[in-house]
């Protein structure tokens, strides 16, 4: 399959690999799976105490178009607020990284790792 | 469940494959275009169709996640196309670190002794997810259905690993 240049950019160079301390407590995970690939996506944010993203990095086992719309996730939420990083949808990955159809799952599993993240956020600063 | 009919074998999903394949070559004489050849043209459509029919069904019955995937839709769960993530931290967590274990597999002074420690890990989990599956295909109970389902799940991420492992050591070892 043809991979868009965009997705190409992003797995030949990608943004913010890597892993955060997750014993602090302003470094919360997101952890998803695909089951329909087998790809897994780790995806952490540091929050600052204003509420805003100050890093992100992310660790994903799959296919080019899940380490991209991974990789660029991470770009998209530093600087957000939790609210606004919440409301990136699938559909604004796949429209970035021109991802066909039988992609769309990649863009469903950077959403879901960024709505996982902020949930893990929410449940360490409720402790 | 008509697959299981086809090939005349009990639905089960712990499938005997040597049953299943000798089974499938009968069936596929038996259709074999060359008994069609002065027949008419509506049973060499029909010979064609029942041909497609039978390697589907094949298809399906001998690899365990189409398998278990198929039984599960037969019985209301179909799980075949859905698009939803699994979220579940401890498996994929453990998933994650396999992956990892994999990666360093490749660049291992002794691979050899590494893979076989992989491989029995593999054959762990894929026990552990699948050992309660064959009774929970053929449950009438939907919450049962629900952890079969799960199962599944999980098996196609155990399928995954013993795929990459078996690419690693194509590579290490051609």
Partial sequence: ?127 | MRYFELFNLPVNYDVDLTLLNQRYLELQRAVHPDKFAGKSEREKLVAVQKTSEINDALAVLKHPAKRAEYMLSEQGVDIRAEQQTLQDPVFLMQQMELREALEDIQHSSDPEDEIDAFEAQIKQLDTQYSAQLAEQLVSQDTAVLEVAADNIRKLKFIYKLREELSRIEDSLFD
């Fill in chain 1, 1 to 127: 399959m043809a991979y868009s240049d965009k997705v190409i950019d992003h797995v030949e160079n990608p943004r913010n690999v890597g892993t955060l301390d997750k014993n602090d407590p302003n470094v919360a995970t997101g952890m998803v799976g695909a089951p329909a690939c087998g790809d897994v996506m780790k995806l952490q944010i540091k929050v600052s105490d204003e509420g805003v993203i100050e890093d992100a990095k992310f660790k994903t086992y799959g296919c080019g178009s899940a380490i991209a719309s991974s990789s660029l996730v991470t770009e998209w939420v530093k600087g957000k607020t939790l609210d606004q990083a919440a409301e990136i949808k699938n559909t604004d990955i796949t429209a970035e990284l021109e991802l066909p159809p039988v992609k769309i799952h990649c863009s469903i599993l950077a959403e879901d790792a960024i709505q996982a993240a902020i949930a893990d956020y929410k449940t360490k600063q409720a402790k």
